[in-house]
């Protein structure tokens, strides 16, 4: 029969380990700076930031409207555009090869439909292995794509005369606590 365990009981089996940590040296060095110890050094060496994610774009279009769209990718600090693949082929293999966690293909006609004034429709491939990042891939590239056709319809208007501000509603954004977001003071 097992004895009901009681304040007592574990006050005692506490004491006693207590007293043994504080008599025997190496223990209190495990028991104490050990944890400081690895806790600094993974500060310093675990970080989840993202920059500069390999990103894929297949150009079909090879125009000066899809040449500047990958110019405002390619000037983020999030994406760094390192394949331009010639094929969808060559494409999915380098998302299934773990190459790339995204690519972004610009189908012909990409330029015809922005000069017309039509939807230029854009395909993205993201990996979706890991759910977290390919949310944060998939949320950095609506940011993106957003703020690329906000300057384009605020520049036709500018072209055609009107002084339109497109973003009616402004976002002032201030961080509190870890201003620089840097991950290790997290």
């Given at each position: 029969?097992?004895?009901?365990?009681?304040?007592?009981?574990?006050?005692?089996?506490?004491?006693?380990?207590?007293?043994?940590?504080?008599?025997?040296?190496l223990s209190?060095?495990?028991?104490?700076?050990?944890?400081?110890?690895?806790?600094?050094l993974c500060?310093?060496?675990?970080?989840?930031?993202?920059?500069?994610?390999?990103?894929?774009?297949?150009?079909?279009?090879?125009?000066?409207?899809?040449?500047?769209?990958?110019?405002?990718?390619?000037?983020?600090?999030?994406?760094?555009?390192?394949?331009?693949?010639?094929?969808?082929?060559?494409?999915?293999?380098?998302?299934?090869?773990?190459?790339?966690?995204?690519?972004?293909?610009?189908?012909?006609?990409?330029?015809?439909?922005?000069k017309e004034?039509?939807?230029?429709?854009?395909?993205?491939?993201?990996?979706?292995?890991?759910?977290?990042?390919?949310?944060?891939?998939?949320?950095?590239?609506?940011?993106?794509?957003?703020?690329?056709?906000?300057?384009?319809?605020?520049?036709?208007?500018?072209?055609?005369?009107?002084?339109?501000?497109?973003?009616?509603?402004?976002?002032?954004?201030?961080?509190?606590?870890?201003?620089?977001?840097?991950?290790?003071?997290?």
């Amino acid at each position: 029969m097992q004895t009901p365990i009681t304040i007592k009981r574990i006050w005692t089996v506490m004491r006693a380990e207590f007293l043994h940590i504080l008599r025997d040296p190496l223990s209190l060095i495990i028991s104490l700076i050990m944890p400081m110890g690895l806790l600094f050094l993974c500060g310093y060496s675990i970080s989840f930031d993202m920059k500069d994610l390999p990103l894929a774009v297949f150009d079909m279009d090879r125009s000066q409207e899809s040449r500047n769209y990958i110019n405002t990718i390619e000037n983020n600090s999030f994406f760094h555009i390192k394949y331009y693949p010639v094929g969808y082929e060559q494409t999915k293999r380098l998302l299934d090869e773990g190459k790339t966690r995204c690519a972004i293909i610009i189908p012909s006609g990409f330029s015809r439909n922005i000069k017309e004034y039509r939807p230029a429709k854009l395909q993205t491939l993201i990996d979706g292995s890991e759910d977290i990042t390919a949310i944060i891939i998939a949320n950095h590239l609506s940011a993106i794509n957003a703020s690329y056709s906000v300057d384009m319809t605020t520049s036709l208007f500018k072209k055609r005369g009107f002084a339109v501000d497109l973003e009616p509603v402004k976002l002032s954004t201030r961080i509190w606590y870890n201003q620089s977001l840097r991950d290790f003071t997290f």
